[in-house]
């Protein structure tokens, strides 16, 4: 299911919550995502969550980047996200790791 019209598009300006905080960061992959009121949509709900400090939705790649004061609690994501209209598919591999 995708927040945008059946042609994909959208016209709702993107609004991205990128923050450098200390913290567990984590790479989930994301289906459905299509353009930036999706990125938004999915940054807002994932944000809400208690422990968040920062989100970084890449819409192009299906990736959802969450940085967390703990380890994330991956059944509250999983939730925010199908809230959001999409599917957490699971983790990708931690690219900041490298």
Known sequence: MSC???DNSCSTSTAARDE???GVTTVY???GMTCGHCETTVTKEVSAIAGVT???VDVAAGLVTITTTDEP???RIAAAVDEAGYELTGRAENLSAR
């Open 4 to 6: 945008c019209s059946p």
């Open 20 to 22: 450098k905080t200390a």
């Open 29 to 31: 992959k994301v289906q």
């Open 54 to 56: 920062g989100v970084t």
């Open 73 to 75: 609690d991956e059944a």
